[in-house]
């Protein structure tokens, strides 16, 4: 475990407990209804873009429509934090076995995460990586550690996820 990390457990687990009772959705291609573009493939060679929009189940004006299986949710057109924003991104184990992705944000980011998770209780946080919608987790309380964490179903999808939001170029 890097030093990074070790430094980062004791806050990334405290804001895993926060947010074990959230709802992920499934990875899903987003594909707006209200005219947008299909998603391309996308050349594994390209550091895609990462953003964070508000996201609700309700439909309202100016929202995308995005297509997830379980149905449809509708994100801000516009992200509220994006991979500038990010300090870290980290694969995660809990002591009951649960794998996680933990983002760390700068002061601005953590600033804008707080005031987002305040207002918006009960919205989701949609995580998008290029076109591809990869997590929405519930905000169910006030973020105040500038830290993020949802769950993903094994190691190797934690640590995948974790690499694709930081950029790396082994996928």
Same mark, same amino acid.
């Given at each position: 475990m890097s030093?990074?990390?070790r430094a980062l457990l004791p806050s990334l687990l405290a804001a895993v407990l926060t947010l074990a009772g959230?709802?992920?959705?499934?990875s899903t291609s987003p594909q707006a209804s209200s005219g947008g573009a299909p998603p391309s493939a996308a050349d594994s060679r390209t550091v895609q873009p990462v953003a964070i929009y508000l996201a609700q189940l309700q439909p309202g004006p100016e929202l995308v429509t995005v297509q997830v299986?379980?149905?449809i949710i509708y994100l801000q057109p516009r992200p509220i934090l994006t991979r500038k924003d990010l300090t870290e991104a980290? $694969?995660?184990?809990?002591?009951q076995g649960g794998n996680f992705v933990g983002l760390r944000f700068t002061s601005d980011?953590?600033?804008r995460l707080r005031g987002a998770s305040r207002e918006n209780a009960g919205a989701m946080l949609a995580l998008v990586i290029g076109r591809e919608l990869v997590a929405a987790p519930r905000i169910t309380e006030?973020?105040?550690r500038g830290i993020l964490a949802f769950k993903v179903p094994?190691?190797?999808a934690a640590e995948s996820l974790a690499a694709r939001i930081?950029?790396?170029? $082994?996928?």
């Open positions: 030093l990074t990390t959230c709802q992920n959705m499934p299986p379980e149905g980290a $694969a995660l184990a809990d002591r980011g953590a600033e006030p973020l105040e094994s190691v190797q930081r950029g790396d170029s $082994a996928r």
